[in-house]
């Protein structure tokens, strides 16, 4: 596909929605091993609203916007804080009915940075930042125009991602405090996030 329409892209976000909440009590399990286990509770909620946000979008900018206001303003804590981010920093970089595969990838790129704004956390500290920031190298770095196989590469990237989260040792936040702890299993965050990007491509 080379355009990537408004109509496309509230169906990436109901495939995540969809599949992210069928998913919601092992996202929750997975935060039980360094923390308060509620991170599956947590991404539904923000998803919702930032779905919620995205219902009268007609445009990519405006949307984006709504979308990441909606989360922010609706739900609170770290997950919504991001996603919020994510969304906002995507608004940043996108605009009009439709984007070609270089809007797409600019459109990803500034939502790394919009969630770089918003968290401290590194690739490495097994965090969301072990799915998301290869997702948007991989996306960015593809050479294809299809928007379909960018972002296939994306969700290849984000899932390789989290699992490597498997053998890392928590390094940021409250998990920090449970070290070696803490290895052996994924990340909720990274996991939850590579549902996302995995979501966003099996939509196309
Ligand atoms: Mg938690």
């Known amino acids: 596909m080379e355009k990537l329409t408004v109509a496309d892209f509230k169906k990436m976000l109901d495939t995540a929605m969809k599949n992210i909440s069928a998913r919601e009590e092992e996202f929750s399990k997975l935060d039980a091993v360094t923390g308060d286990g509620d991170h599956g509770t947590a991404i539904v909620t923000a998803l919702t609203a930032v779905c919620e946000g995205a219902q009268n979008g007609t445009e990519f900018k405006q949307m984006l916007n709504d979308m990441g206001f909606n989360v922010m303003m609706k739900t609170s804590g770290s997950t919504s804080t991001l ?53 948007v190298e991989a996306i960015c770095s593809c050479g294809s125009n299809d928007i379909k196989e960018i972002m296939d590469a994306g969700a290849k990237a984000a899932l390789a991602g989290a699992e490597a989260t498997v053998n890392m040792k928590a390094n940021f936040g409250r998990a920090r405090n449970y070290g070696e702890k803490s290895i052996g299993y994924a990340d909720s965050g990274a996991t939850s996030w590579a549902c996302m990007f995995e979501s966003f491509a099996q939509a196309l």
């Open 83 to 135: 996603l919020g981010g994510f969304f906002l920093g995507m608004s940043d970089n996108a605009a009009g009915e439709e984007l070609d595969a270089a809007g797409v990838k600019a459109m990803f790129k500034g939502g790394v940075e919009g969630v770089k704004k918003n968290t401290k956390a590194m690739p490495g500290d097994k965090t969301m930042m072990d799915s998301l920031v290869p997702a």
